[in-house]
Structure formats: C-alpha cells, structure tokens
Nanobody, 122 residues
Framework: QVQFVESGGGLVQPGGSLRLSCTPSGFTWGPYCIGWFRQAPGKEREGVSCINGEGNTYYADSVKGRFTISRDIAENTVYLQMDNLKPEDPAVYYC????????????????WGQGTQVTVSS
C-alpha cells in the first residue's frame, strides 16, 4: 500500500503560481504513473498530470503550457509546478499512483493521497 506526504496547496491570485509536492512511500518507479488528479465541487474528477518511471509525462489539455510535472528520484518526490493559475483551476488536488490510463479515465488509480486544496482568488 502506497502512502503519500503531500504539500504545497494554498491561496493564490489569478496568474500566480503554486508548487505541489508528493512523496510516496512504498512506491516503486517503473511503468506506472504518479501524479495528480483534481476535483472541484460539483465537477467530475480530472486527471491533471502524471509522470512514469521512464520520465514520460501526461498533461490534461486544460493545463498544458501552464503546469509542469517533474521528479526527484533521489528524494523520491514528484512536483507539480502550476503557473498562470486561472479561476477554473481551484480544486482539491490528489496525488495518486496507477496505470497511465487512469489519467485518461480508462481505469481507476491504485492509491490516493489525502488531497490538498488549491484556491485561486483575487
């Protein structure tokens, strides 16, 4: 069972930046993805971004060009740099692991973090 330490959420003005971090324990880098989903009240959960053991990345169309996922293998930590945050970005962001298809909605992710709130407001 993978457990996560998540941090980095908060309140930012439109156009601002935040960086989320996620440190999984019990996770082995390989073909599986680790990354973030988000869910806002009244909206469907969305796969935001993930990165796998080969360094391949996925981004939802809604965040391409604004969000960047990266990893520090030595620290076993994944980061999501979120720039130019928009009013449509607020949500609870959940770190998760699973098959890459989970971020496309084909399968469920295997393990979930507790989530961190991102709020964008002036």
């Amino acid at each position: 069972q993978v457990q996560f330490v998540e941090s980095g959420g908060g309140l930012v003005q439109p156009g601002g930046s935040l960086r989320l971090s996620c440190t999984p324990s019990g996770f082995t880098w390989g073909p599986y993805c680790i990354g973030w989903f988000r869910q806002a009240p009244g909206k469907e959960r969305e796969g935001v971004s993930c990165i796998n053991g080969e360094g391949n990345t996925y981004y939802a169309d809604s965040v391409k060009g604004r969000f960047t996922i990266s990893r520090d293998i030595a620290e076993n930590t994944v980061y999501l740099q979120m720039d130019n945050l928009k009013p449509e970005d607020p949500a609870v962001y959940y770190c998760a692991t699973g098959d890459g298809g989970a971020w496309l909605g084909y399968v469920e992710a295997d393990n979930w973090g507790q989530g961190t709130q991102v709020t964008v407001s002036s």
